[in-house]
Nanobody, 126 residues
């Protein structure tokens, strides 16, 4: 089992930058894919960033060129997952969820046996 705790959400003006962090602890060596999903009001939760155990990353078209995902392995049981966001727009407003899975599908954590963080609100004001 793994535990995920996000931090770093809040309000930011249009065009601003923000970094979200996710502390992943527990059975991290068995969970080979981590990533970020977001849920915009009125829409389903969607994947926006993923990174696998080899460091290969994937970004959704809507955030490519503006967002960067990275992972830091701190110990055998603790990892940090970062989402660096730049050029934020009002349409980026939503709840951002950190996620981990045993493998990736299409570059993002597979929805099969996925573990979620609690979510953090990001609000981009116009």
């Amino acid at each position: 089992q793994v535990r995920l705790v996000e931090s770093g959400g809040g309000s930011v003006p249009t065009g601003g930058s923000q970094t979200l962090s996710c502390e992943v602890s527990g059975d991290t060596y068995s969970w080979h894919c981590m990533g970020w999903f977001r849920q915009i009001p009125g829409k389903e939760r969607e994947p926006i960033a993923g990174i696998d155990g080899s460091g290969r990353s994937a970004l959704a078209a809507s955030v490519k060129g503006r967002f960067t995902v990275s992972a830091i392995s701190r110990t055998n049981t603790e990892n940090s997952l970062l989402l660096q966001m730049t050029s934020l727009q009002p349409e980026d407003t939503g709840i951002y969820y950190c996620a981990a899975a045993r493998y990736c599908t299409g570059g993002y954590p597979s929805l099969t046996r996925i573990t979620w963080g609690q979510g953090t609100q990001v609000t981009v004001s116009s």
